[in-house]
């Protein structure tokens, strides 16, 4: 195997962690923020293609592959960008992508591609599995139109999207549609999230949509949305591997500064034996993360690869972080501190996205089967 890089993808490493240098003072800036992003920061981003990260040239987008995405992820991870990337250019883009009508793609598939329209899934609900199980709001017929009424959670950036992208149970089974928030019927609530980061609570109170805002065929949304999922999985693994990197950093620097008994903390076994398994477990999960990305761009399937990678890295991520404020102590627990910034994102990004129980369960049925 060739684990190299090209020079274009070094390059492209090298571009994204410079523009997100400075991105940990707005991780804190904007916790809690009804809108959770900057805007400067998303002009950059669109302005050197990233906002059509994937997206295919005819719909104004870079046609990146997903290893060139997860080098932008990694870099993401390691500054904890808060921006709405991943739900509108990897989720809300792919699934328009693969199953939106010609109209619907050239109404919202360039504005996303350029960074002018932001658009986002909402799709988990209070106290339902992250499987097709847990989709229980309703699609109703009503004529022409179809009335959505029920409850979603943990919708990122809700108030500044254009449309949600929002999964519902209809009489066929679960379909796709493109909801505007501002619609009557619908109510967002801000959440506070163990991360600080910007998620809604969504209600929908016999919200009428038309028949032509369903994205695909009647009963074909949770196919759809499972293959774009893959992708997301894949990329989320790669932000928590640049996280759990950078926190490897930041903890192997404090272990060396700090002192205790006339020596480094570093020097007692505890702590070098504990950065030791850290470092070996994120290299085992770039790895993985790496090679869900490449069998992916070859054409082959990840069915399996993108839950084991999202599993895996993001429990990595967890230990490290878990490990940091130990080795920091008290003081990691300090808004001062770093690690801690690092530490509740990693649990979030664990229980988000798939759950441990659903992404096994995936794993399980490609074994077994």
């Known amino acids: 195997m060739d684990l190299a890089f090209t020079d274009e993808q070094e390059m492209l490493r090298q571009a994204v962690r410079g523009l997100c240098t ?17 805007d400067g920061f998303w002009g950059q981003l669109a302005s050197m293609g990233l906002t059509g990260l ?69 799709w988990l609900e209070p106290d339902n599995s992250s499987g097709p199980s847990g989709i229980r709001l309703s699609a109703v017929a009503d004529g022409e139109d179809v009335i959505l009424t029920g409850t979603k959670r943990h919708v990122a950036y809700a108030s500044t999207a ?20 501002k619609a009557n019927g619908v109510t967002l609530t801000l959440q506070r999230t163990v991360a600080g980061d910007t998620q809604y609570r969504v209600d929908l109170d016999g919200v009428r949509v038309p028949g032509t805002d369903r994205i695909g065929a009647p009963g074909t949304g949770w196919a759809t949305w499972h293959t774009v999922m893959l992708d997301a999985l894949v990329l989320v693994a790669a932000r928590a591997v640049g996280a759990a990197e950078a926190t490897h950093a930041l903890t192997t620097d404090y272990s060396r500064e700090r002192h205790q008994f006339g020596k480094p903390i570093a020097a007692f076994q505890a702590i070098s034996h504990s950065l030791a398994d850290g470092i070996t477990a994120i290299d085992g999960a770039r790895v993985l993360v790496q090679r869900a990305a490449w069998t992916r ?10 839950p084991m990678a999202k599993m895996f890295a993001t429990r990595t991520c967890r230990d490290v972080t878990g490990v940091a404020i130990q080795v920091h102590g008290g003081m990691g627990f300090t808004l001062e501190c770093d690690a801690q910034l690092y530490f509740r994102r990693a649990k979030s990004w664990q229980l988000n996205w798939f759950e441990d129980d659903h992404l096994e369960e995936l794993i399980a049925r490609q074994v077994l089967d």
């Open 22 to 38: 400075d991105a940990l003072e707005s991780v804190r800036l904007l916790e809690d923020d009804p809108k959770g992003f900057d």
């Open 54 to 122: 994937m997206l295919g040239e005819e719909h104004g987008g870079s046609a990146m592959g997903l290893l060139d995405a997860v080098i932008v992820y990694e870099e993401f991870g390691r500054s904890l960008v808060p921006s709405p990337h991943l739900e509108s250019t990897v989720v809300s883009a792919g699934v328009l992508a693969r199953a939106g009508t010609p109209d619907q793609q050239a109404e919202w598939l360039p504005g996303i591609a350029d960074g002018r329209s932001i658009l986002t899934p909402a």
């Open 162 to 181: 254009e449309r949600l992208i929002l999964l519902a149970r209809g009489e066929t089974g679960i379909d796709l549609y493109l909801v505007d928030p």
């Open 297 to 306: 761009d070859v054409g082959r399937s990840i069915e399996t690869l993108a």
